[in-house]
């Protein structure tokens, strides 16, 4: 009864952390790409405006504007767009995936330290041995 409880509290934890992370994560991407050195562009006109409704929410797409690839981030609620280039591209990859390690090992030492882990004991192939000199 013990265990089954402890694996429902870290299943729910584990969809709690989902939830938070899903809520928040336009915010995020709007930071990691201003970190970036991505430029804030407003929508100010109406066809500007409309345009920005029509690219795909919450994701960067590729964009080729007079010979040059740009690569944009719509933010149809504040009427912007986020706009880098290849290397700002790069630098937001990379911001991303460093956000992504540090959030993992935060969620790892989060569910090792859940009490329930305890009531498992020894795992096959764990187990210390002793070096011989």
Not at 16 to 23: D, E, F, K, N, Q
Not at 44 to 58: D, F, N, S, V
Request: aromatic letters at 10%; a positive charge.
């Amino acid at each position: 009864m013990i265990r089954a409880k402890n694996l429902f509290s870290l299943f729910s934890l584990a969809a709690l952390i989902t939830l938070a992370t899903g809520c928040s994560t336009t915010k995020q991407t709007e930071s990691l790409l201003s970190a970036a050195g991505f430029q804030i562009m407003p929508a100010t006109t109406p066809e500007q405006k409309a345009h920005l409704k029509t690219l795909p929410a919450g994701k960067v797409t590729t964009v080729q504007r007079a010979g040059k690839t740009y690569f944009v981030y719509p933010d149809a609620a504040k009427q912007v767009a986020y706009v880098g280039q290849q290397p700002q591209y790069q630098e937001y990859q990379k911001l991303r995936l460093q956000k992504q390690m540090a959030e993992d090992q935060l969620q790892a030492a989060e569910l090792n330290s859940e009490p329930g882990w305890n009531a498992w004991g020894v795992w096959p192939g764990a187990m210390v041995v002793p070096m011989r000199r």
